[in-house]
């Protein structure tokens, strides 16, 4: 048995990826395709990173054992409970644990009650894109420039096309809440996972992406102009939802597991020792066997965790 990693205080966190577009370099140009040759599709490789320079696969061999310590993904502080990642204090002060992060159309820093106005104005109003993707099924869904493909990756979404882009998350967060009327704007985890690659046919995806588009497009309120949100004058951003001519699918292929009849979610609460070969991995899920271990679910759990290879 080779040991890759094995450390007695790791503060476990969502799995990161590298990734690489097929024959091409990441940039957000290939996504918008605004490119001289257009593309249709776009293929990515990627690779699930534990920490840098730590790549993990499919049959490896992995053992988490959680010795009942916490800390918080924002302070650091060890405390005896989290609260998604949070402390109580940073649960309550903190922009980014705020209630507008799930729900980004509720933003209030126009209304002079961001809990963190410097930090609103790096992180939420900066471009963001919102977007079609399927995993169990077709969903609409928002994130940040930097977070493309990353996000889609997170999510398990086995197809993904840029809808629009726009200049802050209160406006993502605006589309995409309009579109919940004819979009569903989460996957269920459980429908995600046995999905494994399934995906629509590339017809069948711009079908629904056109629909989508359309709807948006002559929707009154878009028309009229008010589905535009206010912005801080100093930061003088364009208020405009930019759609483009013909973006690309992006597919994006998982090391999953097909046919599983049933899936257990493993939690470090119930279960504080988790040891076991990795049959697949999906989004921020490993799988072992007919069980699951969520990364992101699991973030400041202080463990001891050791990696090997067989």
Not at 26 to 51: A, G, H, R, S
Not at 252 to 276: C, F, H, M, Q, R
């Amino acid at each position: 048995m080779n040991i890759l990693y094995k450390s007695p205080q790791h503060q476990i966190l969502k799995m990161q990826n590298s990734y690489e577009l097929q024959n091409e370099a990441t940039n957000l140009t290939f996504f918008e395709n605004k490119v001289t040759q257009q593309k249709n599709k776009i293929i990515i490789d990627f690779n699930y990173m534990l920490k840098p320079n730590l790549t993990i696969n499919k049959g490896m061999t992995i053992k988490i054992k959680h010795n009942g310590i916490f800390q918080c993904v924002a302070c650091q502080k060890t405390v005896k409970k989290l609260f998604s990642g949070f402390c109580f204090p940073c649960l309550k002060k903190k922009a980014s644990a705020d209630t507008c992060i799930m729900s980004p159309h509720l933003c209030h820093y126009m209304n002079g009650t961001c809990r963190e106005p410097k930090w609103g104005e790096n992180y939420c109003y900066k471009p963001h894109y919102v977007y079609l993707s399927y995993t169990d099924k077709f969903k609409i869904g928002i994130t940040r420039e930097s977070q493309i493909p990353t996000r889609w990756i997170d999510q398990g979404a086995t197809s993904a096309k840029i809808l629009a882009k726009v200049t802050s998350r209160h406006q993502a967060g605006v589309v995409e809440n309009t579109m919940k009327e004819i979009l569903a704007d989460k996957s269920h985890w459980m429908k995600m996972l046995k999905s494994a690659n399934t995906r629509p046919s590339d017809e069948e995806f711009n079908i629904m992406f056109n629909k989508a588009k359309n709807w948006l497009i002559n929707l009154v309120e878009f028309k009229n102009g008010s589905l535009i949100v206010s912005t801080p004058e100093h930061l003088t951003l364009r208020k405009e939802i930019e759609f483009f001519a013909e973006s690309p699918i992006v597919e994006i292929n998982y090391d999953s597991p097909v046919d599983i009849a049933t899936i257990k979610s493993l939690s470090l609460d119930k279960t504080p020792e988790i040891e076991g070969k990795i049959t697949g991995i999906k989004g921020q899920y490993l799988f072992f066997s007919n069980h699951v271990f969520n990364m992101r679910k699991h973030e400041g759990y202080i463990s001891e965790i050791e990696v090997s290879n067989n």
